[in-house]
Structure formats: structure tokens, C-alpha cells
């Protein structure tokens, strides 16, 4: 949901497509690759849009216009009141404000059911939330209820900013960001617990940018745009134009996307690492300043690291124009250049590279990729290097088996590689592994060799008395080497598949140290491969129902 910005620019439920109304003219597109899906003139100027799973859901003054998607033909137009503002969608619904009044409009196939929702009072604000909930602002209540019963299903009871605000939903609509134009804060509401976070931009706010897929916003000050971490609060500048309309896109891939001054779609992507980081950066937590701790260099595992790096070998390659690079970094440099050269002419033939001294190959025979799945993997990988817009899977068909491109190959089934929009792409993680780049979403501990037994989905118990940071590294001691993550890090059930994906690239069991939205549903349900170790700290002797057919980790080495 996007707010504060005269403009018609909003993405989808599912963030993977924008709409972008300026005067007569609509167009759609795709978030990740920014290709077109409907694009031209419809009857009425909009105030505000909204996109739902077939259809484009428009305001115009006095009525909701609705029209089909792609060929934009008018479906349906109902009247609405004086005055009514367009929040967002939830499902096939189309919710609405005016004059202290949520409105539902279920838009069918033949036409458009509006609703009231029933209150004792006026109601301020409302942010859609999902399985058909929507989170009502009321004067000093905040209530969750269910739209098709109309039951009241939660009370929170935390203090926010008083109207007129801004607010919307993020990461997985589990939290809820607050604002208002011209303060100073930004405060972040955590739905499974009530508790509250505060985070503070260079400069007062003057827009808000979000998805309630996205655990990112984008927040628009006078000294230019910040991207926040609604879950770390880490928060970093960032540039991109959104005096014509922006928004900002969930999904896999968050990103800003914006039009520029011709009308263009663009996008600023914003994932990164989600680490607190500036000397101005002041947090608090339930109303009391809070303290970023730095954490201390781990010297064993500094010194393991050192001694087992072997010293860089030299190279005879040199190239004109470009600088010369040790081995290690030249074999991405040729991978690259073999990428292009393929996606450039699809038909040539072009002997494959060899990389067998590569980190690529070493992946490739952990996850048993034969010669057409490595083949694929430094194709992809080459992409990624390359940059510009993923390869479309028509041309990556004529390089590489369709099975190991986006059918059932060894490729495909290591969960190594993403499709989005028909474009593949290697995993996000996958790929800033095969860069050397450090992990986001895990902090890698302790030194030696992991212990080739513990595989599985474990349970290890410490001392309720005992901080949970402390169990940790007492249980990375007994696995030799690991992997930790938390609610912070992980940043729920997307951010914890990530998780296990940095650990399992780096050879190391993951410990999570369950809390707040990283629930043991959650963890119970996540990916885990044959070869890798999911284990969870648990503060009790007491097995709660969803570790129970969990094996306990024995803590004796």
C-alpha cells in the first residue's frame, strides 16, 4: 500500500505486478522484469488504483470503475460516497474509507457488492491484512476483524500516532508501520505480541512507501529516501525519482518501482543485507532507547579461517583494457563474458568453461548436478553476473536441458534456482554465495569442522536462566561450527528458508533461537535437505507438540 503520494501507483497483493494510472492512460506491468501487461486508455481520470488477481479496480470521483484485465474493457462501475479514499485490496475485495466508514466492495463477475463495515464507532483507518482480516484503527482501540463475519477476532491495546496517519501492513502483513507526515518517528507494530519499535529517519516524514509482503519500506524525507528493515530496523539511503508515483513491490524480489519523467516504468530493487548500521541510527523498543550491539570478532574462528586459506595463486591472464586478478576472481570474470556471448546468439556453438577448481563446481557436486545441471547452474550464474533482466526461459531452453532450467532436473530439484514472470534466475542466496559475499540472514559461528552425524530436524535444551545467545554458541561448540539466526535475522518463514539456504552453502547446521513470528510452526514447516541439521534452542525441558518428534541433540561431544 502506498500513501501520502498524489499519484495512481500500486502493486498487487501477490507484489509480482504494478499498476500505473496517470490521466486517460493505465499501464501494467511486471515488478521483476518491468515487461508490459496491459497498457493502454481507459474512460475515466482515477484517483487512486488498485490491482486484484484479473482486474483493475479503479477511483474516479463518485464511483468505482472496474475493467478487465489485459484488454482494460470496462466490467462494472458502482457508486461510491463524497469523498471515499482507495486503501487497498484483500483478495476479491476492494476496501474503501469515507467519512469515518470501511468499505468492502466484492467485485464478482457481474458486478460489485458494497458493503459497510459495521462498527460502534467512526472508524479512522483500516490496513488489510490477510485470510480475509482487516485491522481496524478506532479512537484509542485497534481491532482485528473478519470481514465476511464481521467478528472482532484480537484487541491490541498499543499506543500509535493519532490521525491523520499513515500506515500499512509489511512482512507478511505480521507487522504494521505508522507514520505521520511532518514527525520525526516511525513507529512499527508487531501483530503476534502488541509490542512496538521505533525507528527514527534523518528527517521528519514526509511519504511512506510499502508492501505487506515486503519487510522493507522506503520512507521519503527532505533529505532524500531511506529504506528500513521493518524487523532489524536497519535503515540506509537509497536513490530513485518518486515525484511521478512510486510503490513498493513484495515478493521475492522487493524493489521501488517508480515512472520516471517519460512515463517509464523503473525499479530500485531493496533487498540487502538487514544489518543496523550509521552512528545516527537511535532505536527503541517499547518506548526505551535501545543499543545496536557490535558483535566481537570470533578470534578462533578468525585464526581457523586464516590458516586454512590457501595463499592466492598466480595468473598468467592478462587482458587489455581491463586490470589483472588473481585466479580466484578472473574464472567469474571469463563466466561472464561466456554468458553474454550465449544469451547474445543463442544459436552459436560455444564450448562450455572449465571450472572445476571453481566454488560452482564444488556446488554442483554437493548438490548432485550432472554435466547438463552444471552446464545450467554457470549459465544462470553468468546471467547474474552479467546483469541487466533475468533470461527469458524461451532463450534459456536453446542453451541448456528444459529439465534443469524449469522442468524436474537435479537442478531444479537442489532449490537452487527461482522463476519469476517466465525469466529464471539462480536464488538470490545461491548467488551472492557463488559471489564470496557474506551471508544476511545467519551469523556463522564457531571453528573447526561440523560434525557429519547431526543431520535432521533437532532439538537442543538449554537452562531457562541462560540467554539464548549464550545456549547458542554453547551448541555450535558441541556441532563444531554453525549457523544462528532469530526472529531478527530470519524475519519470518520467507527469511528463514533464506536462512537454511546460507547455511546449507556454507557447510554448517542452522540453530534458531525461536521468538515472536518465527513461531515452531513455522519452524516445523520450513525446507530441509537430506544433508543439512535444523536445530532449535529450546529453553525448557518441557517438548512442546511441535518438537516432540524431534530428536534431541545430545550435548556431550
Known amino acids: 500500500m502506498t500513501v501520502a503520494v498524489p499519484a495512481c501507483v500500486a502493486a498487487s497483493a501477490d507484489g509480482r505486478s504494478v499498476v500505473s494510472v496517470r490521466g486517460s492512460r493505465a499501464l501494467v506491468f511486471d515488478a521483476a522484469s518491468l515487461a508490459v501487461i496491459a497498457d493502454g486508455v481507459i474512460a475515466a481520470e482515477a484517483t487512486a488504483a488498485a490491482l486484484l488477481p484479473t482486474r483493475l479496480a479503479m477511483l474516479a470521483p463518485g464511483r468505482l470503475v472496474v475493467h478487465d484485465l489485459p484488454d482494460l474493457a470496462t466490467a462494472t462501475t458502482v457508486a461510491v460516497p463524497p469523498r471515499t479514499r482507495l486503501i487497498g485490496t484483500l483478495g476479491d475485495r476492494v476496501v474503501l474509507m469515507a467519512d469515518g466508514v470501511a468499505l468492502v466492495a466484492r467485485v464478482g463477475a457481474t458486478g ?75 513507529l512499527l507494530l508487531r501483530l503476534s505480541d502488541g509490542r512496538t519499535f521505533t525507528y527514527r529517519p534523518v528527517a521528519a516524514v514526509d511519504a511512506i512507501y510499502g508492501h505487506g509482503a515486503s519487510p522493507w519500506l ?22 530513485a525519482e518518486v515525484e511521478r508515483g512510486a510503490c513498493v513491490a513484495g515478493g521475492a524480489e522487493a524493489a521501488l518501482c517508480w515512472i520516471d519523467r517519460q512515463g517509464r516504468p523503473r525499479r530500485t530493487p531493496l533487498d540487502g543485507d538487514a544489518v543496523i548500521g550509521g552512528a545516527g541510527l537511535r532505536l527503541t523498543m517499547n518506548g526505551e532507547r535501545v543499543r545496536a550491539a557490535r558483535p566481537e570478532p570470533d578470534a578462533a574462528e578468525g585464526a581457523a579461517t586464516a590458516a586454512a586459506a590457501p595463499a592466492p595463486a598466480p595468473t598468467a591472464v592478462v587482458r587489455v583494457g581491463r586490470p589483472r586478478g588473481s585466479a580466484s576472481a578472473m574464472w567469474r570474470v571469463e563466466l561472464a563474458d561466456w554468458a553474454r556471448a550465449l544469451l547474445a546468439d543463442p544459436d552459436a556453438e560455444r564450448p562450455p568453461l572449465d571450472l572445476a577448481a571453481s566454488p560452482l563446481a564444488a556446488l ?31 532463450t534459456l531452453a536453446r542453451l541448456a536441458a528444459w529439465a534443469e532450467i524449469a522442468g524436474d532436473g537435479a537442478l531444479p530439484g537442489a532449490g537452487l534456482v527461482q522463476i519469476v514472470g517466465g525469466r529464471a534466475s539462480l536464488r538470490a542466496a545461491v548467488a551472492r554465495y557463488l559471489d564470496g559475499g557474506a551471508p544476511g540472514r545467519v551469523a556463522l559461528i564457531g571453528a573447526g569442522a561440523a560434525d557429519p552425524a547431526v543431520r535432521g530436524r533437532l532439538r537442543a535444551h538449554c537452562d531457562p536462566e541462560l540467554p539464548l545467545a549464550v545456549a547458542a554458541r554453547q551448541v555450535a561448540d558441541r556441532l563444531g561450527l554453525a ?24 557447510q554448517r547446521p542452522l540453530i534458531v533461537l525461536p521468538s515472536g513470528g518465527l513461531d515452531l510452526d513455522a519452524l516445523a514447516a520450513a525446507p530441509l535437505r537430506a544433508d543439512h541439521a535444523l536445530v532449535v534452542v529450546w529453553p525448557d525441558t518441557v517438548v512442546p507438540d511441535a518438537l516432540a518428534s524431534w530428536a534431541a541433540l545430545t550435548m556431550a561431544s
Open 364 to 394: 554442483a557436486q554437493r548438490a548432485g548436478l550432472d554435466d547438463e545441471g552444471q552446464h545450467a547452474l554457470a549459465l544462470l550464474y553468468g546471467a547474474w553476473l552479467v546483469g541487466g533482466r533475468r533470461p527469458a526461459l524461451a
Open 112 to 186: 460489485v457488492a458494497l458493503e459497510a463495515l459495521e462498527r460502534p464507532g467512526p472508524v479512522e483507518d483500516v490496513v488489510p491484512l490477510d485470510d480475509d482480516r482487516l485491522l481496524v484503527f478506532e479512537r484509542g482501540a485497534l481491532t482485528v476483524v473478519a470481514v465476511p463475519s464481521q467478528r472482532v477476532l484480537a484487541r491490541l491495546t498499543a499506543r500509535v500516532p493519532a490521525a491523520p496517519r499513515l500506515c500499512g501492513a509489511a512482512a507478511d502483513r505480521r507487522m504494521i508501520w505508522i507514520g505521520r507526515v511532518g514527525d520525526g518517528d516511525l
Open 218 to 239: 522506503v520512507v521519503q524525507t527532505a533529505r532524500g529516501l531511506e529504506r528500513v528493515h521493518v524487523q532489524t530496523l536497519a535503515g540506509h539511503p537509497m536513490a
Open 483 to 506: 549457523a544462528v539466526t532469530d526472529e531478527a535475522r530470519a524475519g519470518g518463514r520467507h527469511g528463514l528458508a533464506i536462512a537454511l539456504d546460507e547455511a546449507w552453502l556454507r
